[in-house]
């Protein structure tokens, strides 16, 4: 599997949405300046980059059922 570039480009797809989920919910937890200032940024980019995991989770699916 590791030979599958899809495969890697999904695994550093997953990783950055665990890591913005990480840097959200640090400044949710430590709250202040920095929390009400970029909340809602940190929020749009992590389900942004969930929209693009996900779309290139079902491309890696489909492209292994096919055969490729």
Do not use: S
């Not at 990480?22 to 940190?42: S, Y």
């Amino acid at each position: 599997m590791w030979n599958d570039p899809l495969f890697i480009v999904v695994a550093v797809a997953c990783i950055a949405v665990l890591a913005i989920l990480t840097v959200g919910l640090g400044a949710f937890t430590k709250g202040g300046e920095f929390n009400r200032k970029h909340a809602n940024r940190i929020m749009r980019y992590r389900i942004g980059a969930q929209f693009v995991a996900v779309i290139l989770i079902l491309a890696f699916v489909f492209f292994r059922r096919m055969g490729g």
